[in-house]
């Protein structure tokens, strides 16, 4: 049984993974803490959500180079609005953050099918422009 398990491709990305954090807390014994193993859980939704979206890209058999920008710019937009309006309800944070999300792929969306260009070049272009976008909205702030 082990030894099948052993054999599996998967098994010799997990003893990388392994030994990798097993440097990095030798290296930074502050890395191997309960705290820190904490903060890595909460991130591990934000990375889902963002390969969950990846993955139906690729599943079309594209490629998204935008997807952090996006991302950026729709937090900078929310974060901005709580800053200035703080007493709008945290639920409508979240549509917003979505719906920033949801308008600026479909441009993308439109730009690769409307004008039937390749989507790695749009998305490298709309990955320039979302991340300049987010740079004027914080006044030069990231």
């Not at 004008?115 to 070049?121: H, Q, V």
Request: hydrophobic content about 60%; proline content about 4%.
């Amino acid at each position: 049984m082990i030894m099948s398990l052993l054999r599996r491709r998967e098994a010799g990305i997990l003893l990388m993974i392994i030994l990798f954090c097993a440097f990095v807390g030798f290296m930074r014994p502050r890395f191997l803490t309960l705290d820190q193993f904490r903060i890595i859980l909460l991130l591990i939704p934000l990375i889902l959500i963002g390969a969950m979206g990846q993955m139906l890209v690729i599943i079309a058999r594209h490629v998204d180079l935008s997807i952090g920008s996006i991302q950026g710019l729709a937090a900078m937009l929310t974060a901005l609005m709580f800053k200035f309006h703080p007493e709008i309800p945290w639920g409508f944070g979240f549509v917003v953050a979505i719906g920033v999300g949801l308008g600026l792929g479909v441009i993308n969306g439109v730009l690769v099918t409307a004008f039937n260009l390749p989507a790695i070049i749009v998305t490298l272009g709309t990955l320039s422009l979302y991340r300049g976008l987010t740079f004027i909205v914080s006044n030069a702030k990231q």
